[in-house]
Antibody, heavy 127, light 106 residues
Framework: QVQLAESGGGVVQPGRSLRLSCAASGFTFNSYGMHWVRQAPGKGLEWVAVMSYDGSNKNYADSVKGRFTISRDNSKNTLYLQMNSLRPEDTAVYYC????????????????????WGKGTTVTVSS | SYELTQPPSVSVSPGQTASITCSGDKLGDKYACWYQQKPGQSPVLVIYQDNRRPSGIPERFSGSNSGNSATLTISETQAMDEADYYCQAWDSSAVVFGGGTKLTVL
């Protein structure tokens, strides 16, 4: 079955870096765009970034632009989120999620529906 | 930046109909979707493209979207439907979530 498994979370000091991974299985990873979404403790969902199935397009929330980088290795069925210059407000559970339709592009509304989510990995930014 | 507004909480009696609204400027001109999140679990897509249900989502979940509001309707609400619900749309290639609504089934 379709599965997503995030890893790489932990406790990190402000200003430091962390790289999250999302291992995908059960579907043709290189045919689907992928999102990162986070949820601060006791708060709602906040979208972080999206990357197209082939890596040619990516977009970021204003809150992370210039600090976070989304990438993917289709040969390893893995999505990444490189997080630099971390701040306490980046503390959250980070989820990866799959775009609903294969080969959807950013002009297609299906690009923005997330039909499978991982269980999340927790990032805590604290001194 | 685009914003979506939801009521923080909605209560419903078992077997009754629950309606959760999501407001945004000209939201009806966009597509909306809805996620359900139970405590300690990951979100689940329950409605996409305003009113379509993914496979496995019960028929009692339905959606609509026009003007400045989208609505998630849960008919014959069950105790298992108690959860947080988030609307979502996108604007300028960025995803926007509503603040979430806690549905309580009393």
């Amino acid at each position: 079955q379709v599965q997503l498994a995030e890893s790489g979370g932990g406790v990190v000091q402000p200003g430091r870096s962390l790289r999250l991974s999302c291992a995908a299985s059960g579907f043709t990873f290189n045919s689907y765009g992928m999102h990162w979404v986070r949820q601060a403790p006791g708060k709602g969902l906040e979208w972080v970034a999206v990357m197209s199935y082939d890596g040619s397009n990516k977009n970021y929330a204003d809150s992370v632009k210039g600090r976070f980088t989304i990438s993917r290795d289709n040969s390893k069925n893995t999505l990444y989120l490189q997080m630099n210059s971390l701040r306490p407000e980046d503390t959250a559970v980070y989820y990866c999620a799959k775009v609903m339709l294969e080969r959807a592009t950013m002009t297609d509304h299906y690009y923005y529906y997330m039909d499978v989510w991982g269980k999340g990995t927790t990032v805590t930014v604290s001194s | 930046s685009y914003e979506l507004t939801q009521p923080p909480s909605v209560s419903v009696s078992p077997g009754q109909t629950a309606s959760i609204t999501c407001s945004g400027d000209k939201l009806g001109d966009k597509y909306a979707c809805w996620y359900q999140q139970k405590p300690g679990q990951s979100p689940v897509l329950v409605i996409y493209q305003d009113n379509r249900r993914p496979s496995g989502i019960p028929e009692r979940f339905s959606g609509s979207n026009s003007g400045n509001s989208a609505t998630l309707t849960i008919s014959e609400t069950q105790a298992m439907d108690e959860a947080d619900y988030y609307c979502q749309a996108w604007d300028s290639s960025a995803v926007v979530f509503g603040g979430g609504t806690k549905l309580t089934v009393l």
